[in-house]
């Protein structure tokens, strides 16, 4: 089987900076990506970990530990605007598609 | 630039009736998917397409079918709608750049009543 486990909401002051985690389990993975999604919108691609280490995109980061199957989503100086659902998802080896996590409710507060 | 279209954005059916959503792509896209996104439970893939004139089933296929006649678009039916296929669909494509990026339509929002 597989899974990606998310934390289902986090809470941040306006200005601060949030780690999203996902951990994982699944047999075997190209790569691991992230989404954004406010409210009543389409999820939006923001990053993608295909090896190790730390991938850093503006004020949005994204680190991958392959030995730890763990990823996570750092996201820096927050605005209220970043308040959204934030995915995890994995393309597995000899997949086609991406399998997505359950969501991480993102919201900044002044 | 349109990118991923979806139409009807919005429907409500009556238990057993049919319908279809239709996803436009225009670049040129191989890959392209139908998601359902339902409180709490992400987004679960249903049916898939690597290029014109084939199909694949995906996490959730049961209750729907689909078709990918020409290469920009890709249609999800529901021959009789069920109360539990009450959710928002997504359409995405993929280029196979290996980079993780599907692009997204805005969603179509389905009640069954």
């Known amino acids: 089987g597989q899974s990606l486990e998310q934390p289902s909401e986090v809470t941040a002051v306006e200005g601060a900076i949030v780690q999203i985690n996902c951990t994982y389990q699944t047999s075997g993975f190209y790569g691991l990506s992230w989404y954004q999604q406010h409210d009543g919108g389409a999820p939006t691609f923001l990053s993608y970990?295909?090896?190790?280490g730390l991938e850093e995109t503006g004020r949005f980061s994204s680190f991958l530990s392959r030995s730890d199957s763990y990823g996570y989503l750092l996201l820096q100086e927050l605005q209220m605007k970043d308040s959204a659902s934030y995915f995890c998802?994995?393309?597995?080896?000899?997949?086609?598609?991406?399998?997505f996590g359950t969501g991480t409710r993102l919201t900044v507060i002044p | 630039n349109a990118g991923v279209t979806q139409t009807p954005k919005f429907r409500v059916l009556k238990t057993g009736q049919s319908m279809t959503l239709l996803c436009a792509q225009d670049m040129n896209h191989e890959y392209m998917y139908w998601y359902r996104q339902d409180p709490g439970m992400g987004l679960r893939l249903i049916h898939y397409?690597?290029?014109?004139?084939?199909?694949a089933k995906g996490e959730v296929p049961d209750g729907y079918n689909v078709s990918r006649l020409k290469k920009q678009n890709f249609l999800l039916g529901l021959e009789s709608a069920a109360p539990s296929q009450t959710s928002v669909y997504f359409c995405a494509s993929d280029d196979r750049a290996g980079t993780g990026e599907l692009f997204f339509g805005e969603g179509s929002r389905l009640t069954v009543l």
């Open positions: 397409s690597v290029g014109e004139g084939t199909t």
């Open positions: 998802a994995v393309k597995r080896t000899g997949a086609n598609n991406l399998f």
């Open positions: 970990n295909a090896l190790d």
